[in-house]
Nanobody, 123 residues
Framework: QLQVVESGGDLVQPGGSLKLSCAAS????????IGWFRQAPGKEREGVSC????????NYADAVKGRFTISRDNAKNTVYLQMNSLKPEDTAVYYC????????????????WGQGTQVTVSS
């Protein structure tokens, strides 16, 4: 069974950092693109970042460029999202999702989703 599990969410002060993890099981992560999405209360789910299966393609939403970095460790079958200079508007449930090979900006194109991890940025 294909599964991804997020972890690393927490309460952090503005300007702080968090590193989210997305651990895959039941499939080889190296052949899949992994996208990070987030959903804040009362808002639509939005794409945050994505890394293609080769690791050579990375995409970021304008709101997080220069602050977030996506990376993967194929040996650990895990993708990470390093989040720096966090802002209150980054508060959301963060989800990772998998799809074959290449990134997509559209959540509907991802077929394996995690349960989400809460990130709260507040003083």
């Amino acid at each position: 069974q294909l599964q991804v599990v997020e972890s690393g969410g927490d309460l952090v002060q503005p300007g702080g950092s968090l590193k989210l993890s997305c651990a895959a099981s039941g499939f080889t992560l190296a052949y899949y693109a992994i996208g990070w999405f987030r959903q804040a209360p009362g808002k639509e789910r939005e794409g945050v970042s994505c890394m293609g299966s080769s690791g050579g393609t990375t995409n970021y939403a304008d709101a997080v460029k220069g602050r977030f970095t996506i990376s993967r460790d194929n040996a650990k079958n895990t993708v990470y999202l390093q989040m720096n200079s966090l802002k209150p508007e980054d508060t959301a449930v963060y989800y990772c999702a998998a799809k074959a090979i290449s990134c997509s900006a559209y959540a509907r194109n991802y077929n394996t989703w995690g349960q989400g991890t809460q990130v709260t940025v507040s003083s």
